[in-house]
């Protein structure tokens, strides 16, 4: 039983991994969940530079790569939501 099979019509997968290998794994689901299921590439930030880091000789790595699948991209259903910024600070402090 493939990884796809296990997923509902509607469901989602959201995978990550690190930058050296992101493009092996993006083949690697294309194949499984059909490239046309492909909703997003989200980059999720993990640090910020400091003065060290920006003395070294090469580009910093300070993200992560998701991938983003659905099995069925024609019934799939993202429920997206924003927080407000005031909320969002509120809750930072709790």
Known sequence: MSL???LSEDGFIFVTIDFSETHYLKVLMDEV???RNFQREII???GWL???EKKAKNFIKNHDTILYYS???EV???NKQYIQFLLYKSL???
Do not use: H, V
Request: glycine share 4%.
């Open 33 to 35: 969940f059909r490239r």
């Open 71 to 73: 099995k069925n991209k």
């Open 92 to 94: 930072k402090q709790d």
């Open 4 to 6: 796809r099979e296990l």
């Open 76 to 78: 799939a259903y993202f």
């Open 44 to 46: 999720w930030r993990i």
């Open 50 to 52: 400091s003065g060290f």
